[in-house]
């Protein structure tokens, strides 16, 4: 499967069975998911697994935070939660926003690999996600910040809801041709078709529309293949 195909066949699975990935499953993929661009090679982040006990405990921490008589059950809803933390490096280069971003790559390209090795992962936050009793129950520094956590788990028979399509087209355009301090308050939209034109960004509706149709088709058939892999795996783990 192509990085392509994973991605535009990823889902956020909200709801999985019990199954997790082991320890000895896990780091091939977090050694992979390191490989993100990451300025100055900081790699300002790290990850916490928890398991069994460890929701139990960071169930009474989120009940201490919002004042609830009992602990909360959210962090048993998969049997691993892999905790993304932000663990900030002092640098005169990198700020602290792109550390931050570092470690949500991390996140995110894990969420994918994890969907490719055939798990169910959803990214979890929430307004405790940097609270001290939740700090305190991570064991973080007082550079560190949580980002959330990964619940993962097997996927369930029943597909999520897809998410609507992209339109690529519509959020990607040119750098804005500004000659003047008036022209650079314009928004590239309100320029007129024979600027748009000079930069290459006019095309025709039919082409437009060709582009699209082509899009939705390629859309359609990574959406099938996935579909297939998918009732494959289901096949080959049924068997084991």
Do not use: F, N
């Not at 889902?11 to 993100?36: D, F, H, Y």
């Not at 029943?158 to 650079?184: F, H, I, N």
């Not at 529309?209 to 082509?214: E, L, M, Q």
Request: contains cysteine; positive net charge; aromatic residues 4%.
């Amino acid at each position: 499967m192509s990085a392509l195909e994973a991605v535009s066949r990823r889902q956020s699975w909200s709801k999985v069975t019990p199954e997790a990935p082991t320890r000895e499953q896990l780091l091939p993929l977090i050694a992979a998911a390191g490989r993100v661009a990451d300025h100055s090679s900081l790699r300002p982040w790290r990850l916490i697994e928890l398991r069994g006990e460890d929701r139990e405990r960071l169930g009474a921490a989120i009940a201490e935070e919002t004042g609830d008589s009992s602990p909360s059950t959210k962090p048993l809803r998969a049997s691993l939660l892999i905790a993304v933390v932000a663990s900030y490096r002092r640098s005169d280069k990198v700020p602290r926003w792109e550390q931050e971003a570092v470690a949500s790559g991390v996140a995110h390209v894990l969420s994918l690999l994890l969907d490719e090795a055939g798990w169910g992962v959803i990214w979890r936050t929430g307004g405790y996600t940097r609270t001290p009793a939740v700090a305190r129950a991570h064991g973080l520094g007082p550079d560190e910040e949580l980002l959330g956590w990964l619940y993962v788990g097997g996927k369930p028979g029943k597909e999520p809801g897809r998410r609507r399509a992209l339109d690529a087209d519509a959020v990607l355009s040119r750098m804005p041709v500004r000659s003047t301090p008036e022209e650079a308050t314009t928004s590239p939209d309100s320029r007129t078709p024979e600027t748009r034109a000079k930069t290459g960004e006019c095309a025709s509706k039919k082409a437009r529309k060709k582009a699209k149709k082509k899009a939705k088709k390629a859309a359609k058939k990574a959406r099938e293949k996935a579909a297939k892999q998918q009732r494959r795996l289901r096949k080959a783990a049924k068997k084991d």
